[in-house]
């Protein structure tokens, strides 16, 4: 089975940016779709936005949109999320999931707070 690692989340302040990375060991990403997710203290974990398995769809969540954008690079087996005019809504903890056939697949997360 595939293992997801998250990387580069951290403080920022209102109206900064970030690059979150989702980067695959033990199997290729290439058949995956692949979804970023977060989740606030306290509430539930929502999806920010997905890629299918070849980059040729995307999915952004309303709240994203305009100001996020997810890409892949199967060769690198790497996804990213890059995170632009960020504000104190979206802290929280980033978590990317592989999906496959039914199956679904969870990094540790990465956490963001961004500060006002």
């Known amino acids: 089975q595939v293992q997801l690692v998250e990387s580069g989340g951290g403080s920022v302040q209102a109206g900064g940016s970030l690059r979150l990375s989702c980067v695959a060991a033990?199997?290729?990403?290439?058949?995956?779709?692949i979804g970023w997710f977060r989740q606030a203290p306290g509430k539930e974990r929502d999806l920010v936005a997905a890629?299918?398995?070849?980059?040729?769809?995307?999915y952004y969540a309303d709240f994203v949109e305009g100001r996020f954008t997810i890409s892949r690079d199967n060769a690198e087996n790497t996804v990213w999320l890059v995170m632009n005019s960020l504000s104190s809504g979206d802290t929280g903890v980033y978590y990317c999931?592989?999906?496959?056939?039914?199956?679904?697949?969870w990094g540790q997360g990465t956490q963001v707070i961004v500060s006002s």
């Open positions: 890629i299918g398995w070849n980059g040729r769809r995307t």
């Open positions: 033990g199997r290729t990403l290439g058949s995956y779709g």
């Open positions: 999931r592989g999906d496959l056939v039914g199956l679904h697949y």
